[in-house]
Structure formats: C-alpha cells, structure tokens
C-alpha cells in the first residue's frame, strides 16, 4: 500500500516521462508559446526561466487573438503573469 | 547579439545587459513605456529616465467600433513598481 | 533593499506618487519603508476636479502595493551610481 503510483511506466507509454521540473529543464533551448493569464500569447525561443518562472525569451513574437501585434528581438516576462508554457517541439 | 545567448544564464541577466540602456517596458492597464533603465531589483522594480508612456484607451462613445486611441507623455526620472510589469524588452522595441 | 536604500535618499524632496487608480499626489516625501510605505507632506492633487475629496487632505501615508509610478525630479539622483549598485545587488543576489 505504501508504494508509490506507477509514474515512470505511465509516463514512458505516452513519452512524456518526468515530473514538472523535469519539463522546465528540457524545453530550455526550444521554441515554445507562453501564455499569460491576459491570455496574450509570446511564441519563441526559451533562452532560460527561474524558480518564480520569470522568462527570457528570444526572437519573440506576441500574438493577441492569434494575430501578431509585436515582435521583440529579446524579452523578459515577469513570471507572475504566466499561465503556462507549451513546447512546440518535441523535448 | 548573437552570442547572448551564452551571456544570459537566468531571466534577469537579460534585464541587467540594459543598463543604461534603452528599453520597452509592457504594463499591466494597456500602458507601455519607453526609457532609459538605471535601476531595478528582483521584484522588476525599476528606475528609468527619459521616459514616454503610451496608454491605450478605447473610446467610451462608440463601443461598437471600438475605436483604440493612444495617449502618450514625458516623464524625466520614474520609479515603475514591479507589480504592473508584464515584459521587459531591450533596445526600445 | 536597493529601491529602499535610493527612496531614502530622496526624502525632503518633492515628488509626484501615481496610484493604481490613477489619483496622481504631489507632496514631499517624508519617509519610506521596506515596503515602499510612502508618506508625503504638503501634498496636492494634481486633478482636483476628479478627486475633490482630497483637498482638504495635508499630508498622507501611501501604501506601496497601491502605487504604480513615482515621478522624481531628475536632478535628485546619480544614474551611475544606481547602474553600479543595481550590478552589485544582482551579482549578490544571483550567485555564481
């Protein structure tokens, strides 16, 4: 009974091994889309993000309503305002 | 540019190489700022000088049409508290 | 603590506290906290016509969290010196 749920074989059917950090860890160097909780979306490359998941992207394009309305060549994104990060590609 | 990638270990790094730099600050209230960054801390906090501040506002009349209209203005020296800031971006734009 | 440390320095001086409600209070600044606590003397409502209420008000304490700008005068600070201290505290506070 005091055994721990099966995570690493449920994991390793669907290919998404690995605890949330895990995540983090591995889509540093991708291209991703942040989300914020205004529900504006920055697609780019993830140069790095830290414990309060502030970001630094790079070649960043902010789409609102799914139309790009900006592009910044590097940007912070303070982590409070962040709802999730996607990887769009496989990590 | 090309290799700051290498130079910017974690997020503020990026803040930090605009120092004394120009930069594009996005806030929360549909207002953005333009300015010289002089100081900030981990709260994004920040210090900036020479400052323009872009508002958007939709006008109140016609609703339907929803007609967007930017109020822009000059500060000279500013304190930003962090907890308006959604992004930080170097080099103005 | 940097912020702190510069809104010190900037005691006696008068400056221009922007809320988050957009009520804009010039005064000078008395003194600050750790939490950027302001309290301001002499102070006066840069748009009366919105915020009749506060003309009778002399002096007031504002609550950090409530602020969204400070406007201070150019002149009060030494941008280089902030630039020098704003990478020490980074490098303090971020090891490596």
């Not at chain 2, 540019?1 to 930090?16: K, W």
């Not at chain 3, 150019?74 to 020098?84: G, I």
């Amino acid at each position: 009974m005091s055994a721990s749920p099966p995570q690493e074989a449920a994991g390793g059917a669907t290919g998404t091994v690995g605890t949330p950090a895990d995540f983090l860890k591995g889509v540093i160097g991708k291209r991703v889309v942040v989300r914020l909780t205004s529900g504006v979306d920055y697609q780019g490359l993830l140069s790095c993000l830290d414990g309060y998941m502030n970001i630094a992207l790079e070649q960043t394009e902010e789409y609102v309503d799914g139309v790009v309305v900006n592009k910044y060549g590097d940007a912070f994104i303070r982590g409070n305002n962040v709802l999730y990060i996607s990887a769009m590609e496989s990590i | 540019m090309a290799d700051l990638s290498a130079q910017v270990q974690e997020p503020f790094d990026l803040v930090r190489l605009s120092l004394s730099e120009r930069v594009f600050v996005k806030l929360k209230g549909e207002r953005s700022l333009v300015g010289v960054l002089h100081a900030y801390d981990g709260h994004m906090n920040m210090i900036m000088s020479d400052v323009e501040e872009t508002i958007l506002m939709v006008e109140p009349e016609e609703e339907a049409n929803g007609v967007v209209q930017s109020v822009k203005r000059n500060l000279e020296m500013l304190f930003v508290r962090g907890d308006s800031v959604i992004l930080v971006s170097p080099g103005s734009r | 603590m940097l912020i702190f440390s510069v809104f010190k320095t900037l005691t006696d001086q008068v400056v221009t506290v922007e809320l988050k409600n957009d009520l804009c209070i010039t005064g000078t600044l008395k003194s600050v906290d750790q939490f950027l606590n302001i309290r301001l003397d002499k102070i006066s409502v840069v748009d009366p016509e919105r915020h009749p209420h506060m003309m009778a008000v002399k002096n007031c304490f504002i609550r950090g969290s409530v602020v969204r700008y400070v406007q201070i005068p150019a002149t009060a600070v030494d941008t280089q010196l902030l630039e020098d201290a704003t990478r020490r505290e980074h490098a303090s506070t971020h090891k490596r």
